[in-house]
């Protein structure tokens, strides 16, 4: 149960981050400074997937040779 726990929220940061590229895009010509803030959150949420799902890897690895 708890590697599906994960495995939601390693999506629900792709979920963040395509929310976060439609927000920069429609914010692009109104407000450049939030288009940019929320860029960065895009940076940021897929950064955390990629750490999510090595660090979720490693933790299955760990529990299979236990």
Do not use: H, P
């Not at 288009?35 to 750490?51: D, K, N």
């Amino acid at each position: 149960m708890g590697n599906k726990i994960y495995r939601l929220f390693e999506y629900a940061y792709l979920g963040m981050a395509a929310f976060s590229i439609y927000l920069v895009i429609t914010n692009w010509e109104d407000n450049r400074n939030r288009a940019y803030l929320f860029a960065f959150f895009t940076v940021v949420a897929i950064f955390m997937f990629f750490f999510k799902r090595n660090f979720r890897r490693k933790m299955e690895e760990r529990n299979k040779n236990q």
